[in-house]
C-alpha cells in the first residue's frame, strides 16, 4: 500500500509530515474505529517503528515514557507507587487486544474527555513532548489538552514522550472508574488521586476527574482542604458542592450531569479512603 | 394483516373445535412420548468436533475458482434522491470488475413479505433493490463494488461520490403517534380484543396498577456476520447462504430472477446464529446479480455495520399494561395496549400484547397494538419477537400489583393462573406454570426475599430477588417435507432441506430418528442444508424441532406401509396392517404378538431391493386451533445494587421451564441459558441509540452496542419441569426462544425489591437508578 508510511527515524518522519495532510497512527484503536470505515483514509504515518517513542526510562529529572508505549507495557513495568494510578487505568482501558496494541500517546492525542490516561498523568504534573520541524517544545498536559477532541499539538508535529518530573514521584496515587457495567466500558466518571502522607497527615494532594468536563482536570480547591489534614479524616473533607464546582459535566446517553458530578465525589472519597487506609503491619 | 384472514382463521377454529379429537394431529399422543430411548439422553452436538476443528465450513468460506469480492456503498442519509452518482473513479480503480448501481442493476421484481398468509414467502423488507434513485431508509444500499480482491473492492467502494438531494423523514417515535395505524391482525391473531369493559373495571378495582413501560431498539449482533458466495453455471445458480429459510430461499430468488426452482440451489449446512436474522434481505438479491453480470463466482459479507444498518432489528415500544384486583387479588381488569415501529415495507409486528393473552385470567381485557410508520430499515424478527419485551411490561405491572397489594408475587401469580385460554376458553394442551412457580421458589431460596424493599443489604450494596413469567407459543409449520432412504444393511438417511443455526437440530432428530425407526444411533444419517433435499420451511417460531419430528412421523408411517407391503405373504408380518406394528430392533414388529417380527434387512432382502425410499409430509398442524398450546418459564432473578452509585450487578439468575419434553438436556440448557443471557443484555445494556433528528443509528457495532459479557453474565441456574405435551411430537414444544422471556421483568423487579425504585425503562442503567423516584 502506497498511502502507509513507516519511516525508522524520528528526522524522516518529520520531514514527511511537513509535507502536510499526513496522519500519525500508533496502535490505531482509536483512529481506526473513528473512521467508520474498512480502511484508513489518507497518508498514515506509523510512529511505532520510531526509536525513543516506545518505553519507560529514569533520570535525575524523573521519569520519561515514549507516546508509542503500550498500556499492557506501561501495566507491566516496575514503576514508583506514584504511579500506580496510571497502571490501575492501564488495565482497564479496553481488553487486552485493545491494551496491547493500545498508546498512552494514542490516548492523548485523540483527547477524548474519557480517555483513562489523562487523570492519572494529571495528578503526575506531566508534561508532554512534542517535536515539529521547528523544534522541540515541551508543555504541561493540562495545557495540551484544549478541549474534546482538541489539543496544542500542529498537524506537523509528533507527541514523542511524557516527563514526569522528580518531584511528583512521591507518593503513592490510586484511580477509580465507573461505567455502566464492571468491565470494558467508557468511563462515565473516572479519578486519580496521589497522596503523601507524612506521620499521618495529608502532606500533599493531587486530585483529578475525568470525563465530567471538556477536558480531565485537576481540583486545587479540594487538593487545598485535603492538604494537612489527618488521613483517617480525609475522605469525609470532600464535599459533593466542592467537586461540582470543579466540573461542568454533560448529559449525555451514558449518565446525567447530575450523576455524574455526584459519582466524582463519591469516588474520589473512595479513592481517598484507599490510600489512606493504615497499612497492616 | 387483513380481515378476510381474522373471518379466515376463526372459521378454521370453530370449525376444528366441532372436529373430535381423534381425528386430528395429536388427538392420539405421539407413543414415542415417555419412551426411554436415545431421545433425552445427553448425546453432544454431531457438528461439534467439525466445528472445533475448523472443519465446519460456513457461507462466506467456500472457495471457488475465479471468485471475486463485494463491497457495498450504503447511504449516510434518510430519505431522498440521489443526484449525482459518479462511478469513474471506482470503475478505473484497480482490480475493479463492476460498479452495480439503480442504473445498471437487472429491473427485478419486488420480494413477496413472508407472513402468515403467505407462509411460502421469505422477504424481510418489501423494498425495490437498486431499482431506482430513491432513498427510502438510512443504510440503504447505494452501490455494490466487484473487485479481484476484498481490498481493491473496500478501496473503490470510497471512490464513489454520491450526492443526495434530501428530504424530510419520519424519524421521531413520539411525533408519530398521532399517525399510527391499527392492523386487523397481529399474525395469526386478531389485533383488538376485549372482553367486558376493562377501562370501568380498572376504575372500580380495589387495586390496581396503570403504568406505561419502554423498551428501545435492539439490534441483532449474531457470530457469524451475513456472508454469501453466488455461483452461476449457465442458467443454473448456486448460492451459499447463511439462512434460516434454505428452501424458501431457493424458491424466492427462481421467482425474483425468472429461473426455473430446480435450477437454483441453495446451501446452508452451517450456520453461525440465527435468532431471526438470517432471512432474506437485500445482500443475497444482489451478489446474485453481480454473479450473472460478470459471469464470475461473487463472495458478500457484509461488516458488522452493515449488518446494524441493512438487517433490521427489534422495533422500540411503548407499552400500556393496567391492572386491577379484587380484594383477594384475582384480576378483574387486565389491560395491555401500546406502540411499535413497523413500516408496511416490513415483516415484523413485534406482538408484544400476543403472551399477556394467555397469561392471566381476569374478569375483562383489552388488547391491542398500534404500528408507527417510520423511515427506517426494516425492522424484523429478534429472538422472542413480542414475548421478549411484552413480558418485561405485563410482568413488572404484575410486580407493582403484588408490592401494592402486600401479596407475594409468586403467590399473586399462582391467585390468577387461567383453567382454561382467559380469551377463548380452549383448554390448554399442557400447562404447568404453577409447578414451575413451586419448583422455582423452592430451589432458588426464595423465602429469604423480603417483602420490603431495601430491607437486605450488604455494606453500600442492596440486596434484592425478583421473579417474572414467561411465555411463547408453540407453533408447528405446515408442509415440511422429508425422505426416509432405508436401505438393506439396516442404515437410514433422513433428509430435508430444513436448516440448522447452531442449536443442533441434526443431533436431535438423529435421537428422534433412532427411536422412531428403532434403530441404533450410528445406522442415522441426517442430511440438511440443502434445498435440493425435500423442502423444509423456514426455522422461526421456534417451530422446527417439531415439524420436523411431525414429518419424520409421517414419513416413518409411510415407510412402514411400504414394508408391508414388499414384506409380502411370505414373512412372519404377513396380513398385517400398519397399525397393528411397530418399528423397533431394526424392522417391523407385531404389536400383539413380538415373536411375529422381520428386520428391514431381511424384508428387503427377500424383495431384492437394495433400499427403500419414501418422502411425506407433516399433518397440518391443525392442534393448534383445538387446543392452547404454550410454552411457559418462572424466572427468579437476586440482584445487587449499590445504594452510592447505583452499579447493578445481577447475581445469580434461575429459569424454571414448562416446555413438554426435552428431547436432549444438555442441549436445552445451552439453548434456555443462551435465551436468558440474551434476557440479561436486553435489562442492562442493549439499546440502539438512534438520532431521531438524522434517522441514524449511532452505534453500529459491538464497542457500543453492548451485548452481554462473559463477566456481565452470573450464575444461571436451569431446570424444567419436563411434562411432555400430549397433543405434540414427541411431547416436545420448541425451546429456541421462550428463555429470553421474563428475564428482564425479572432483574427489573429485583431491582425494586432490593432499592424501593420502580424502573419502567430499559435498559436499567446506573443513572435511572440514582435519578429515579422511588415508587
Ligand atoms: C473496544 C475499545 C475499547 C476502548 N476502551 C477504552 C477505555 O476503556 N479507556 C480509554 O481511555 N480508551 C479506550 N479506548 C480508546 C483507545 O483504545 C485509547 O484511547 C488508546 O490509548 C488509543 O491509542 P492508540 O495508540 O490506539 O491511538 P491511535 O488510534 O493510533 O491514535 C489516536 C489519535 O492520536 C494520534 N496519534 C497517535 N500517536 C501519536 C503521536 N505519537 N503523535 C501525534 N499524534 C498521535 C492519531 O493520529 C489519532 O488522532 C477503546 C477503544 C476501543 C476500540
Given at each position: 500500500m502506497t498511502d502507509f508510511l513507516r519511516p525508522a527515524t524520528v528526522e524522516d518522519a518529520l520531514a514527511l509530515m511537513a509535507a502536510g495532510g499526513v496522519v500519525p497512527l500508533a496502535g490505531g484503536t482509536d483512529l481506526y474505529p473513528a473512521t467508520q470505515r474498512r480502511a484508513l483514509p489518507g497518508l498514515v504515518l506509523d510512529v511505532t517503528g520510531l526509536p525513543g517513542l516506545c518505553g519507560i526510562t529514569t533520570g535525575p529529572a524523573g521519569l520519561r515514557i515514549g507516546a508509542a508505549t503500550t498500556w499492557t507495557a506501561l501495566a507491566r513495568a516496575t514503576l514508583p507507587p506514584a504511579l500506580a494510578a496510571l497502571q490501575q487505568a492501564a488495565v482497564e482501558v479496553g481488553g487486552i487486544q485493545i491494551q496491547n496494541a493500545g498508546t498512552i500517546g494514542g490516548n492523548l492525542c485523540n483527547a477524548s474527555p474519557a480517555a483513562d490516561g489523562v487523570p492519572p498523568l494529571l495528578v503526575l504534573d506531566?508534561?508532554?513532548?512534542?517535536?515539529?520541524?521547528?523544534?522541540?517544545?515541551?508543555?504541561?498536559?493540562?495545557?495540551?489538552?484544549?478541549?474534546?477532541?482538541?489539543?496544542?499539538?500542529?498537524?506537523?508535529?509528533?507527541?514523542?514522550?511524557?516527563?514526569?518530573?522528580?518531584?511528583?514521584?512521591?507518593?503513592q496515587s490510586h484511580f477509580r472508574k465507573l461505567g455502566a457495567r464492571a468491565y470494558l466500558v467508557i468511563s462515565i466518571a473516572m479519578v486519580a488521586v496521589r497522596l503523601d502522607l507524612q506521620a499521618g497527615r495529608i502532606s500533599h494532594a493531587a486530585l483529578a476527574v475525568g470525563a465530567c468536563s471538556a477536558t480531565a482536570c485537576r481540583l486545587p480547591q479540594v487538593e487545598s482542604a485535603l492538604t494537612g489534614a489527618p488521613a483517617a479524616e480525609a475522605p469525609a473533607l470532600i464535599r459533593d458542592a466542592d467537586v461540582a464546582a470543579a466540573l461542568s459535566p454533560l448529559d449525555d446517553l451514558r449518565a446525567t450531569a447530575a450523576y455524574r458530578s455526584g459519582a466524582a465525589a463519591e469516588l474520589l472519597r473512595r479513592s481517598v479512603a484507599t490510600l489512606c487506609q493504615p497499612v497492616p503491619a | 394483516m387483513s380481515r378476510v384472514q381474522n373471518t379466515l382463521i376463526e372459521s378454521v377454529r370453530k370449525?376444528?373445535?366441532?372436529?373430535?379429537?381423534?381425528?386430528?394431529?395429536?388427538?392420539?399422543?405421539?407413543?414415542?412420548?415417555?419412551?426411554?430411548?436415545?431421545?433425552?439422553?445427553?448425546?453432544?452436538?454431531?457438528?461439534?468436533?467439525?466445528?472445533?476443528?475448523?472443519?465446519?465450513?460456513?457461507?462466506?468460506?467456500?472457495?471457488?475458482?475465479?471468485?471475486?469480492?463485494?463491497?457495498?456503498?450504503?447511504?449516510?442519509?434518510?430519505r431522498g434522491r440521489i443526484t449525482r452518482l459518479d462511478t469513474a473513479a471506482a470503475e478505473a480503480a484497480p482490480g475493479v470488475l463492476l460498479v452495480l448501481t439503480y442504473r445498471n442493476m437487472p429491473r427485478l421484481g419486488l420480494v413477496p413479505l413472508m407472513g402468515v398468509t403467505n407462509l411460502g414467502a421469505v422477504g424481510n423488507s418489501a423494498l425495490p433493490i437498486l431499482q431506482d434513485d430513491q432513498i427510502r431508509y438510512n443504510g440503504q444500499v447505494m452501490a455494490l463494488v466487484l473487485a479481484e480482491t476484498q481490498q481493491q473492492a473496500d478501496h473503490a467502494a470510497r471512490l464513489i461520490d454520491l450526492s443526495v438531494d434530501t428530504a424530510p423523514a419520519l424519524s421521531d417515535f413520539q411525533a408519530a403517534k398521532p399517525e399510527a395505524r391499527t392492523p386487523a391482525s397481529i399474525l395469526v391473531e386478531r389485533n383488538e380484543q376485549s372482553a367486558g369493559d376493562a377501562e370501568a373495571a380498572l376504575r372500580q378495582a380495589a387495586f390496581s396498577t396503570d403504568a406505561t413501560y419502554t423498551t428501545p431498539g435492539h439490534n441483532h449482533a449474531a457470530i457469524e456476520l451475513h456472508g454469501v458466495t453466488a455461483h452461476w453455471t449457465g442458467n443454473r445458480l448456486v448460492l451459499h447462504d447463511a439462512t434460516q429459510a434454505v428452501a424458501p430461499t431457493a424458491a424466492a430468488l427462481a421467482k425474483l430472477f425468472g429461473l426455473r426452482r430446480e435450477d437454483v440451489r441453495v446451501l446452508s449446512p452451517f450456520v453461525g446464529g440465527g435468532f431471526g436474522a438470517k432471512g432474506f434481505w437485500d445482500h443475497q438479491v444482489l451478489a446474485v446479480a453481480a454473479a450473472r453480470m460478470v459471469d464470475r463466482p461473487v463472495r458478500l459479507m457484509l461488516s458488522r455495520e452493515a449488518v446494524f444498518r441493512m438487517v433490521g432489528g427489534r422495533s422500540p415500544t411503548e407499552q400500556r399494561v393496567?391492572?386491577?384486583?379484587?380484594?383477594?387479588?384475582?384480576?378483574?381488569?387486565?389491560?395491555?395496549?401500546?406502540?411499535?415501529?413497523?413500516?408496511?415495507?416490513?415483516?415484523?409486528?413485534?406482538?408484544?400484547?400476543?403472551?399477556?393473552?394467555?397469561?392471566?385470567?381476569?374478569?375483562?381485557?383489552?388488547?391491542?397494538?398500534?404500528?408507527?410508520?417510520l423511515d427506517i430499515v426494516p425492522n424484523t424478527f429478534m429472538r422472542a419477537p413480542g414475548e421478549s419485551v411484552?413480558?418485561?411490561?405485563?410482568?413488572?405491572?404484575?410486580?407493582?400489583?403484588?408490592?401494592?397489594?402486600?401479596?407475594?408475587?409468586?403467590?399473586?401469580?399462582?391467585?390468577?393462573?387461567?383453567?382454561?385460554?382467559?380469551?377463548?376458553?380452549?383448554?390448554?394442551?399442557?400447562?404447568?406454570?404453577?409447578?414451575?412457580?413451586?419448583q422455582g421458589a423452592d430451589r432458588f431460596g426464595w423465602d429469604a426475599r423480603s417483602t420490603m424493599p431495601r430491607a437486605r443489604r450488604d455494606g453500600e450494596w442492596l440486596l434484592g430477588m425478583g421473579c417474572a413469567a414467561g411465555n411463547f407459543p408453540y407453533v408447528r409449520m405446515p408442509s415440511g417435507a422429508l425422505r426416509i432412504r432405508l436401505t438393506r444393511d439396516g442404515q437410514a438417511t433422513l433428509s430435508t432441506s430444513a436448516q440448522d443455526m447452531g442449536m443442533g437440530t441434526a443431533t436431535v432428530q438423529t435421537q428422534h430418528a433412532a427411536d422412531r425407526l428403532g434403530l441404533p444411533l450410528d445406522a442415522i444419517t441426517f442430511e440438511m442444508g440443502d434445498s435440493d433435499l425435500p423442502a423444509a420451511p423456514v426455522a422461526g417460531g421456534s417451530s422446527q424441532t417439531v415439524s420436523i419430528a411431525a414429518a419424520i412421523a409421517a414419513a416413518a408411517s409411510k415407510l412402514t406401509v411400504e414394508l408391508l407391503r414388499l414384506a409380502g405373504n411370505a414373512s412372519p408380518l404377513a396380513g398385517l396392517r400398519a397399525g397393528e406394528v411397530r418399528l423397533a430392533e431394526g424392522g417391523l414388529v407385531c404389536i400383539e404378538d413380538p415373536t411375529r417380527r422381520e428386520t428391514y434387512g431381511d424384508i428387503l432382502t427377500r424383495a431384492g431391493r437394495d433400499e427403500i425410499s419414501v418422502t411425506e409430509t407433516g399433518a397440518p398442524p391443525l392442534e393448534i386451533f383445538k387446543y392452547a398450546m404454550l410454552s411457559h418459564s418462572a424466572n427468579f432473578c437476586e440482584v445487587r445494587v449499590s445504594d452510592v452509585t447505583g452499579e447493578l450487578r445481577v447475581t445469580r439468575l434461575l429459569g424454571v421451564f414448562d416446555v413438554g419434553t426435552i428431547l436432549n438436556p444438555r442441549m436445552a440448557v445451552s439453548q434456555l441459558r443462551g435465551g436468558m443471557i440474551m434476557g440479561l443484555g436486553m435489562a442492562l445494556s442493549e439499546e440502539v441509540l438512534f438520532d431521531e433528528r438524522s434517522g441514524r443509528i449511532m452505534n453500529p457495532g459491538l464497542a457500543d452496542y453492548h451485548i452481554p459479557a462473559h463477566l456481565d453474565v452470573p450464575e444461571i441456574d436451569v431446570t424444567w419441569t419436563g411434562i411432555p405435551d400430549p397433543r405434540s411430537p414427541l411431547g416436545a414444544r420448541g425451546i429456541g426462544e421462550i428463555g429470553i422471556t421474563g428475564v428482564a421483568a425479572a432483574i427489573a423487579n429485583a431491582v425494586f425489591n432490593a432499592t424501593g425504585k420502580r424502573l419502567r425503562d430499559l435498559p436499567l442503567t446506573l443513572d435511572r437508578l440514582i435519578g429515579a423516584e422511588g415508587a
Open positions: 506531566t508534561e508532554v513532548e512534542l517535536v515539529g520541524h521547528r523544534g522541540i517544545r515541551r508543555l504541561p498536559l493540562s495545557q495540551f489538552l484544549t478541549g474534546p477532541r482538541q489539543t496544542a499539538r500542529q498537524a506537523d508535529e509528533l507527541l514523542t514522550a511524557l516527563h514526569i518530573p522528580a518531584s511528583a514521584l512521591s507518593g | 370449525v376444528v373445535g366441532w372436529v373430535p379429537e381423534r381425528w386430528l394431529p395429536g388427538g392420539t399422543p405421539d407413543p414415542l412420548i415417555g419412551r426411554h430411548g436415545a431421545v433425552g439422553t445427553q448425546l453432544a452436538q454431531l457438528d461439534g468436533p467439525q466445528k472445533v476443528r475448523g472443519a465446519a465450513r460456513f457461507a462466506a468460506e467456500v472457495p471457488l475458482e475465479g471468485l471475486c469480492y463485494a463491497a457495498l456503498v450504503n447511504s449516510p442519509v434518510t393496567a391492572i386491577g384486583a379484587d380484594a383477594e387479588g384475582r384480576f378483574t381488569a387486565l389491560i395491555h395496549t401500546g406502540y411499535s415501529v413497523m413500516p408496511p415495507y416490513s415483516a415484523s409486528p413485534e406482538q408484544y400484547t400476543l403472551g399477556t393473552r394467555s397469561l392471566y385470567r381476569a374478569q375483562s381485557y383489552r388488547f391491542g397494538q398500534k404500528h408507527l410508520d411484552g413480558s418485561f411490561a405485563v410482568e413488572s405491572a404484575v410486580d407493582e400489583l403484588a408490592h401494592a397489594m402486600d401479596i407475594d408475587p409468586v403467590e399473586l401469580r399462582l391467585r390468577n393462573e387461567p383453567e382454561t385460554h382467559p380469551l377463548t376458553g380452549t383448554p390448554f394442551s399442557q400447562r404447568a406454570l404453577a409447578t414451575a412457580w413451586r
